[in-house]
């Protein structure tokens, strides 16, 4: 049994969980400080690919990464690198579907945290970096954990953006998710259950882990 896909998803999802980190996290604080009227339209945008189907962002990144597209064309002309059919294009795909999770979960960490403690900490003469990074990531570690374990188990599950961005290479873009779709196109139903019941295992990891997450906070 190859195990690349189960590789080739871990890899993925681990490297989209840190973008996604990185990028929700930086969106939410600052989104959340803006007007009601300007944050509102600015949720909408960042929201949007959790409502969308899967394949419609596929088709949206195909649009703009294809070989012979705007931003394809410039990176493969550029750096000669090319930004479809390759297993880091995947990480494109999932970092994209699984934004909103980290950015929603995130923004109402954020929106929770008491003010009052910020308000505190300025008159003590911190500013505004001290604030986020000793005040706000402390107290509101809960939500962004949550966003993560929410968003590494969206990008490992993801196929409908990956299978059209990447598609299914053996040994090279293969995850789990199309590995299973490529063995029941192919009638081995045998090693697609197996596979299948992989996904479940980590599926059911990851739900277990939030669970405990949830009860620990619901105690503090």
């Not at 969980?17 to 989104?31: H, K, L, P, Q, S």
């Not at 550029?78 to 579907?97: C, E, G, K, N, Q």
């Not at 107290?139 to 188990?153: D, E, H, Y």
Request: a positive charge.
């Amino acid at each position: 049994m190859d195990l690349y896909p189960l590789y080739n998803s871990v890899r993925i999802a681990l490297i989209s969980t840190v973008i996604i980190f990185f990028a929700g996290t930086a969106a939410a604080y600052y989104i959340s400080r803006l007007p009601r009227a300007v944050k509102g339209f600015l949720d909408v945008i960042l929201t949007i690919p959790l409502v969308l189907p899967p394949t419609v962002i596929g088709y949206l990144l195909l649009r703009g990464l294809g070989p012979h597209r705007l931003f394809g064309e410039f990176f493969m002309n550029t750096f000669d690198i090319r930004l479809t059919m390759t297993w880091w294009s995947t990480v494109i795909a999932t970092s994209v579907v699984s934004f909103p999770l980290m950015y929603r979960s995130c923004r109402g960490a954020f929106e929770s945290f008491d003010t009052n403690i910020a308000d505190a900490a300025r008159t003590l003469g911190h500013g505004g970096t001290f604030i986020f990074w000793r005040l706000m990531l402390p107290v509101c570690r809960s939500g962004i954990i949550a966003g993560m374990v929410l968003s590494f188990a969206r990008a490992l599950g993801e196929y409908g953006a990956t299978s059209m961005v990447s598609g299914y290479i053996p040994g090279e873009t293969a995850t789990v998710s199309t590995t299973v779709y490529q063995l029941w196109r192919t009638e081995n139903d045998e090693l697609a259950m197996k596979w299948v019941l992989i996904n479940l295992l980590i599926s059911f990891t990851v739900l277990f882990f939030m669970n405990m997450l949830e009860n620990r906070r619901r105690k503090i």
